[in-house]
């Protein structure tokens, strides 16, 4: 009895071994399988990634071209009496806005060019607007300018949050109102003590003359 067990215990053990075998083999040609399509994949992705960044980089220097002569420029000031004329606003209703595009350039053509503008000032003076105001109103003509050549509304989310990063660089420390320095310990102790020290004086006058 115990003979036929171990007969049927290793016979279900061998089968269990070539079907592990199976599926092993199975396995590795479905890996081999997916790695060689994404060999494949990975070889088509970067040719097309170069593509695009040698098209990329076509289209900046085209866009560095027309940002520089300024002849595309739709910004219109405050100093302008058309600044509230809903007629000048452009629109951009039959153009897709390029948030990748508009991203790089707001960075490297007007992001940049305000760091090394600020790097020129000394971070005491970061908090005096007569310093900043010039480099920020720059800054400022420059992401809209930006803005509408590539199709966006100004402002937007992506702007928003380039001069999110703008503020929590250089002004973080600024504030509206003017920080009062903590008066020295030594006259902190000295107001304290001498009214205290009056209390008991005024106890025995009172008792004295009750």
Known sequence: MVFYVLLVALALGSAAFQQANTTKEYLGKVVRNQALAAFTNGNSTMKTINATSDASKEDMTIFEDQLQNNQTSTVVTE?????????????????RCDRTQLTHATKSFCADRFH??????????????????????????????????????????????????????????????????????????????????????????????S
Do not use: K
């Open 116 to 209: 090394m503008d600020m790097q020129t000032i000394s971070a005491d003076d970061w908090c005096v607007l007569e310093n900043i105001i010039g480099p920020y109103n720059d800054l400022t003509l420059c992401v809209e300018m930006v803005t509408n050549l590539v199709g966006c509304y100004f402002p937007n989310a992506d702007v928003q949050d380039l001069f999110l990063v703008i503020h929590s660089t250089y002004f973080h420390n600024c504030s509206e109102e003017r920080q009062f320095e903590d008066a020295p310990q030594s006259v902190v102790l000295a107001l304290t003590i001498v009214p205290v020290s009056l209390i008991p004086v005024l106890v025995c006058l009172v008792i004295r003359r």
């Open 79 to 95: 100093d302008d009496e058309r600044f509230q004329d809903q007629e000048f606003a452009p629109d951009f209703s039959t153009t």
